[in-house]
């Protein structure tokens, strides 16, 4: 009779849980419908009443942006010309000119050059700026058309006009396939280490390293400095293929928690590694992120190898496409990754995001936990991968933030391209401290790099249309102008770093700032050093 009761009581239980659950989702379902319905019927009467003509995509465009801006930052709405963009990032290839590039007001600036394809061939440089395909202004174009003017069907022309220091001349391209190798390039640093840096983690890195690794083994390979540093991530699966490259098959790479259960998934080696035994130092840094974090950090938990450099970045936010109507689509955050020995990566808490000031707090200010290696080292969660071996450089700044978030550097190396006809080979060239200081002369009369301070100045005195005030105005903005040169050089170290390569790149391509940086590179010679020591490489290991 009691167990009868007890069946019964289950029963009511199960019964009540399951009718809140399916009222819980009811309502829940209700009132998206009903915002959705809503929203509706404003855009209706706003398109059949409103004074001026409004345009409808735009409209719906910035609603969208807005409604995901609280999110993460990696939460976004794609067009159908984003959609595209992203599937090159991901295939590594598309058919084009062979450029990076900027968008400006007048038209296509050219960031770099892709040696041998067309824009190389065809002799344009960093720093031109096209304002005129076939016949076609570009003044003044939206980012999504111009972003279409470049690409297209492989070998088809392109009759710009471009403008070069003042000058404008014309160009005949031919488009053609472009591949974005993700490993621009790897070396045997001596007769024994190889060196590999992979940029992107595109459909074609995990092939692409195996390549390497294969090709430096038949050279005499014996130890690996891996560079990831300033790689921003990308596929989960390529980062799971290249760490399966050292870590044995059926070991958790990483684990994803979601909140829907089938996209919480535990992701092991589904084949057999390339070398288990292959002393390895992974190089990271804060620019490190995502899928480079993956492969760092389960390469830490396993020791299997040292970690070199910077703490990274702390991007541990799984997204996901999913497919809108009309070519559309949305990335949305899905889950956290975590290692192998239970650490999450991410960084960031938004969802506890300050709602008066939109500052967002680190999951570190909560306190850190501890964690176990395979060799019972300790490690810690709280944002990004912690380097086994630190190499310190200085703290940077807001300014020294903002002037990285700028065009400045890149203008300054624009510049100093045609001011320099000659350099130095790639391998000898140093940026030197009378560089610096020139680079700090510049910057004070550019206008591209301004800090946060500077704009709201400029901004309340452009409001006031005041001309009385328009000398102590100078006054105030040279002395804020000094104030943000002292702050950028204290970070002397990291930006002459930065110059130096915008520098090689105009000069010697993307080639010229890796030989550059297999001879002059700090982290690369300690990383070198540590693999000769082997007793110091295994004792850190160890943790003893």
């Not at 190089?283 to 899928?291: K, T």
């Not at 978030?405 to 401290?433: C, H, P, V």
Request: net charge positive.
């Amino acid at each position: 009779m009691k167990n009868m009761i007890r069946k019964h009581k289950i029963a009511l239980i199960l019964l009540f849980s399951v009718l809140f659950l399916s009222f819980s989702v009811k309502s829940k379902f209700f009132e998206v419908a009903k915002q959705i319905e809503i929203y509706n019927s404003l855009f209706k009467e706003l398109n059949m009443y409103y004074v001026d003509e409004i345009n409808p995509a735009d409209l719906t465009d910035k609603a969208i942006k807005n409604t995901l801006k609280d999110l993460d930052p990696y939460t976004n709405f794609y067009n159908e010309q984003n959609v595209e963009d992203a599937k090159i990032r991901r295939e590594g290839e598309y058919a084009g000119i062979g450029v990076s590039v900027y968008y400006t007001d007048k038209g296509i600036q050219l960031k770099e050059i892709y040696k041998g394809f067309s824009a190389d061939k065809s002799g344009l440089k960093a720093g031109d700026i096209i304002i005129s395909v076939d016949g076609q202004s570009l003044k003044n174009m939206e980012r999504d058309e111009l972003s279409m003017f470049l690409r297209g069907i492989p070998n088809t022309k392109v009759n710009a006009k471009v403008l070069r220091q003042g000058q404008v001349i014309d160009k005949i391209l031919v488009r053609e396939k472009v591949e974005v190798n993700p490993v621009p390039y790897f070396k045997m640093l001596d007769d024994e280490t190889g060196y590999i840096t992979l940029t992107r983690f595109n459909n074609k890195a995990s092939s692409e390293v195996k390549k390497a690794f294969v090709a430096l083994k038949e050279k005499g390979m014996k130890k690996l400095v891996f560079d990831l540093r300033s790689n921003p991530g990308g596929s989960l699966l390529e980062a799971i293929n290249i760490s399966n490259f050292f870590i044995p098959k059926g070991k958790t790479i990483v684990t994803t928690k979601a909140k829907i259960k089938k996209w919480s998934n535990n992701y092991r080696g589904s084949n057999d590694a390339l070398d288990l035994e292959i002393p390895i130092v992974v190089l990271v840094n804060g620019s490190s992120a995502s899928a480079s974090e993956i492969v760092s950090g389960s390469l830490q938990d396993y020791d299997r190898a040292v970690i070199m450099g910077q703490r990274s970045f702390g991007k541990g936010l799984v997204q996901r496409q999913k497919e809108l109507t009309y070519g559309t689509q949305l990335k949305l955050t899905i889950s956290k990754y975590y290692t192998p020995s239970g650490r999450c990566i991410q960084e960031l808490d938004y969802t506890n995001r300050d709602s008066k000031t939109g500052v967002v707090p680190k999951f570190s200010a909560r306190g850190i936990n501890a964690f176990k290696t395979a060799n019972g080292r300790t490690v810690y969660d709280g944002g990004g991968i912690m380097p086994d071996v630190e190499i310190k450089l200085s703290e940077k700044t807001e300014a020294t933030k903002a002037l990285i978030g700028s065009k400045a550097l890149f203008n300054f190396a624009t510049d100093y391209y045609y001011q320099n006809k000659n350099i130095a080979d790639s391998e000898s060239f140093r940026f030197t401290k009378t560089d610096f200081k020139n680079f700090t002369k510049y910057l004070e009369k550019d206008t591209t790099f301004l800090t946060p301070q500077e704009k709201l100045f400029e901004d309340a005195y452009k409001s006031s249309q005041n001309s009385l005030i328009s000398e102590e105005y100078a006054s105030l903005k040279s002395k804020l102008v000094t104030q943000k040169l002292i702050a950028i050089k204290k970070n002397e170290d990291i930006l002459t770093n930065l110059l130096k390569e915008e520098v090689l790149l105009k000069f010697y391509y993307k080639e010229g700032v890796y030989k550059n940086k297999l001879k002059k590179d700090e982290t690369i010679s300690e990383a070198l050093n540590l693999l000769k020591n082997q007793q110091k490489y295994y004792q850190i290991l160890s943790g003893k």
